[in-house]
């Protein structure tokens, strides 16, 4: 619970004005012993409540933010290990205060309890042998959501969380049916409700004090904005998989617009319409997911649940649809080659997209099937949708689907897919066959590497042509060296004792070469800089943040959507855009002469 | 009258098409659907354990590997089908398994060669036939 503690130890206005920017506070944070608070996130709230900016604080617990926001204010300390500290301010448009703020002590384990990441609970859980039954549950659990947050760690009897996982297979979950015992007899057992002791470090530097985020809210409690992307026109855009919507952020005004796309023939779910696809969660037919930008400036967009690859024109705010192929399911990740020609991976269906928008032809090519079970499986498998589509939202098919007794890694499952800037070849994980691949486009050779990591999910290149690639399963960050067919890997660090990570996306900033990371199991975001071999660790100020692709702007921002799934489980009860300005807070420092 | 003798075939093959029911149940314990093949396996092992119902034996024998090669050539080449491919694999599918799925399959033409007439399979399922 948060405590609202009104710390104001000096209110100084100073008057100064400050260019495009009204409210300003620099001050101190403090430990409940008087101590400098490292790390800690000082967010300012605007007066509506609907966007928020939030800076570090040094290592002698200073800060400094200046954001656009006037009026009734509120200011938030947060800090792993202390409870948050709330302050309310009445901000003018071009004032400056120093406002410093000290945070407390939980008054017990359970109100700590409440302040830690879902990593910490879930780290607790009883595996009957960890390394054996609990990759299942990451792969499975984890990627629509966290799993030990407020919401999904509540107390359940073994029956009800038998359900909620048969509920979840509903939902594309592929656990088998041995796998989804352990998973609900563990989660009956580990999310008891009783408090613990636990300690969780982020990880302060210098670095994370020059850093600022932004983030602004969007959509309603079952938004489902998968992925976000920064295109030309500056706009952020994201796709809402749950509600048919292509949303866009002015970042520079905060204004927020919906284009919803249009209607198709499909039932609610698209061809997915026999799966159980919970009311309000998926409530589209196209599922909008990944997005990628032609030099023309139209903007192309998966459909994953028609399986529809559709344009979107900025200028004229048209879309346009594209069937992708009549076997085909789940068009996933897209992106961009050099000569303009769309590709995507069609994950369900181990197949690779190939769309040339001067002549609208569409080329669906199977990708290797890596063994005689992936190939019944990935041939049968649209067979099986069809099936299921005849009885809508019974799920009936799953009773035929191999990966009852396989569990998920029987499917190959081509996720994750980026253009090599050196050659221009195309390259894709495969998420659960733990393989990448190269398809060069003028032949379509494709040829395949074993991963040394499980779980190679969202990977990109930097500027050089070396291919990072994030191991979901396994909590690590591994690079690729396409010239010498060489792997190296590197552990992603925890926060806390027994935790892993769950490392979604990743992306290169080419201009810098660091690579920033999403970190879903426990509310950060790493930025991992090649040269030093280094990591730094940026917490979220929002709880429960599931970021699932990363986009940057000119000036260096990097970009990304909260997706949870749902979207109501996240701090707000709704997802947000969030941008990440890694020299946010030295300019506000600066700027404030902090 | 003396009973004809079970030939060698009908032994083998009614062991196989047991091991298959087997085999499929122990899938449908995870996947339910797989009962359904399982049961009519048992159900085929039974009538060719049995001598019983030849004809009826026989038209599920063709019946499973006519929606096995749909099934396989709808996949491989059906894309001429267009939105209707899915549908049509859908139904081959679901025959296939309705008539025994997969295995019954792999055992279909070793069967149907031993149900021509004058072959050891044909003569146990008719018995009558060989007294006159």
């Given at each position: 619970m948060k405590k609202v503690v009104t710390t104001l130890v000096g209110f100084t206005v100073l008057m100064q004005p400050l260019l495009a920017q009204a409210a300003a506070f620099s001050g101190k944070v403090t430990l409940a012993d008087g101590q400098p608070a490292y790390g800690a996130m000082v967010t300012v709230f605007d007066a509506a409540g609907e966007s928020r900016q939030t800076v570090y604080t040094a290592a002698d617990g200073s800060y400094a933010i200046r954001t656009p926001y006037a009026g009734k204010l509120k200011v938030r300390a947060r800090l792993a290990g202390s409870p948050d500290t709330l302050s309310e301010q009445q901000a003018s448009a071009t004032g400056s205060a120093r406002l410093d703020l000290a945070l407390g002590k939980f008054a017990d384990q359970t109100a700590m309890n409440e302040s830690l990441s879902a990593s910490a609970f879930n780290a607790r859980l009883p595996w009957p042998d960890v390394k054996r039954d609990r990759p299942a549950f990451v792969s499975q659990c984890n990627y629509c959501h966290q799993m030990g947050n407020s919401w999904t760690r509540i107390p359940r009897d073994h029956e009800q969380w038998i359900a909620e996982v048969d509920k979840m297979e509903g939902l594309l979950a592929m656990p088998s049916r041995a796998q989804s015992a352990?998973?609900?007899?563990?989660?009956?057992?580990?999310?008891?409700?009783?408090?613990?002791?636990?300690?969780?470090?982020?990880?302060?530097?210098?670095?994370?004090?020059?850093?600022?985020?932004?983030?602004?809210?969007?959509?309603?409690?079952?938004?489902?904005?998968?992925?976000?992307?920064?295109?030309?026109?500056?706009?952020?855009?994201?796709?809402?998989?749950?509600?048919?919507?292509?949303?866009?952020?002015?970042?520079?005004?905060?204004?927020?617009?919906?284009?919803?796309?249009?209607?198709?023939?499909?039932?609610?779910?698209?061809?997915?319409?026999?799966?159980?696809?919970?009311?309000?969660?998926?409530?589209?037919?196209?599922?909008?997911?990944?997005?990628?930008?032609?030099?023309?400036?139209?903007?192309?967009?998966?459909?994953?649940?028609?399986?529809?690859?559709?344009?979107?024109?900025?200028?004229?705010?048209?879309?346009?649809?594209?069937?992708?192929?009549?076997?085909?399911?789940?068009?996933?990740?897209?992106?961009?080659?050099?000569?303009?020609?769309?590709?995507?991976?069609?994950?369900?269906?181990?197949?690779?997209?190939?769309?040339?928008?001067?002549?609208?032809?569409?080329?669906?090519?199977?990708?290797?099937?890596?063994?005689?079970?992936?190939?019944?499986?990935d041939m049968l498998f649209p067979t099986l949708m069809r099936i299921g589509s005849w009885f809508p939202d019974q799920a009936v098919h799953l009773n035929l689907s191999t990966h009852r007794f396989f569990g998920e890694r029987i499917l190959a499952f081509p996720y994750g897919i980026d253009v090599n800037p050196v050659d221009g070849s195309i390259w894709y994980a495969k998420l659960y066959a733990s393989k990448i691949g190269r398809i060069d486009p003028r032949t379509m050779e494709v040829r395949e590497w074993d991963t040394p990591m499980l779980g190679p999910r969202r990977p990109r290149f930097d500027a050089k042509g070396i291919f990072w690639i994030p191991a979901f399963d396994e909590g690590g960050l591994m690079r690729f060296d396409p010239k010498s067919e060489t792997f190296e890997t590197f552990r992603i660090p925890v926060v806390g004792k027994d935790e892993y990570e769950t490392p979604y996306a990743l992306n290169v900033d080419k201009k810098t070469g660091q690579v920033w990371m999403a970190a879903n199991n426990s509310d950060r975001i790493i930025r991992f800089d090649p040269a030093t071999r280094t990591f730094f660790t940026y917490p979220s100020p929002t709880r429960v943040t599931v970021l699932r692709d990363?986009?940057?702007?000119?000036?260096?921002?990097?970009?990304?959507?909260?997706?949870?799934?749902?979207?109501?489980?996240i701090e707000d009860g709704r997802p947000n855009f969030v941008c990440i300005e890694p020299e946010g807070g030295a300019a506000d420092r600066a700027a404030l002469g902090s | 009258m003396a009973l004809p003798t079970r030939p060698a075939a009908a032994w083998l093959f009614a062991v196989l098409l047991l091991i298959g029911a087997g085999l499929t149940a122990f899938f449908g314990l995870s996947a339910n659907g797989y009962l359904v093949p399982a049961a009519m396996l048992a159900i085929m092992a039974a009538l060719l354990w049995l001598g019983r119902a030849g004809g009826l034996f026989k038209a599920v024998a063709i019946i499973n590997l006519i929606s096995g090669a749909v099934l396989v050539l709808t996949l491989a080449f059906g894309d001429v089908l267009g939105d209707r491919k899915l549908d049509v694999s859908g139904v081959a599918l679901l025959v296939n398994l309705l008539t025994g799925g997969p295995l019954l399959g792999l055992l279909a033409p070793g069967l149907l060669l031993g149900l021509r007439t004058g072959k050891a399979l044909n003569q146990w399922f008719n018995p009558a036939a060989i007294a006159a």
């Open positions: 352990t998973i609900a007899q563990t989660l009956w057992k580990g999310f008891d409700g009783k408090p613990f002791a636990a300690q969780q470090n982020y990880g302060a530097s210098a670095e994370l004090s020059r850093g600022k985020v932004r983030e602004w809210l969007v959509g309603d409690g079952y938004t489902f904005i998968h992925d976000a992307d920064v295109a030309k026109d500056g706009l952020l855009y994201g796709t809402d998989e749950g509600h048919d919507i292509l949303w866009t952020l002015d970042r520079a005004t905060g204004k927020i617009e919906r284009y919803p796309l249009p209607d198709i023939d499909l039932p609610r779910g698209g061809i997915f319409s026999g799966m159980k696809l919970p009311i309000g969660q998926f409530t589209g037919k196209h599922g909008p997911h990944s997005m990628a930008q032609t030099s023309d400036g139209r903007i192309w967009i998966t459909n994953a649940l028609s399986s529809t690859l559709m344009s979107f024109d900025p200028a004229t705010k048209q879309f346009k649809t594209y069937q992708v192929g009549h076997d085909s399911l789940y068009p996933h990740t897209v992106r961009v080659d050099q000569d303009d020609i769309v590709w995507f991976t069609i994950v369900a269906s181990n197949q690779m997209g190939r769309f040339d928008p001067r002549t609208e032809e569409m080329t669906v090519m199977r990708l290797p099937h890596n063994g005689f079970i992936r190939w019944t499986t990363f986009s940057f702007t000119e000036d260096g921002q990097v970009c990304s959507s909260s997706s949870n799934m749902p979207a109501a489980a | -």
